[in-house]
């Protein structure tokens, strides 16, 4: 299971950081990722990092602004969100896939959290 926090109600430039708690013993066997979706738009990659959190992986649109973490000793994963514009507006979900590679691929992520909102206004 899945749980994300840390969404909220932002202005432009600023900053925002996402949690993902995950339940069970076997986190660390499970590469992560965030997807967001904003409304009336399909979802979209945000970033994934590997199994043992050495390798990290971004979506175009963030890429130099957000970064990825885990903590496999706490079964967390965290987004660190800066430079936030209003595009960046969405749900964002966690998500967990037993597979490695394919980072942005998400079909092969087979647990999702239950997503929070983030707004950024202008």
């Known amino acids: 299971q899945l749980q994300a926090s840390g969404g909220g109600l932002v202005q432009a430039g600023d900053s925002l950081r996402l949690s993902c708690a995950a339940s069970g013993r076997t986190f660390s066997s499970y590469q992560m990722a965030w997807f967001r979706q904003a409304s009336g738009k399909e979802r979209e990659f945000v970033a994934a990092i590997n199994k043992s959190g050495g390798v990290t992986y971004y979506g175009g649109s963030v890429k130099g602004r957000f970064t990825i973490s885990r903590d496999n000793a706490k079964n967390t994963v965290v987004l660190d969100m800066n430079s936030l514009k209003p595009e960046d507006t969405a749900g964002y979900y966690c998500?967990?896939?037993?597979?490695?590679?394919?980072?942005?691929?998400?079909?092969?992520?087979?647990?999702w959290g239950q997503g929070t909102q983030v707004t950024v206004s202008s």
């Open positions: 998500a967990a896939s037993p597979y490695s590679g394919n980072y942005d691929y998400a079909p092969l992520y087979n647990y």
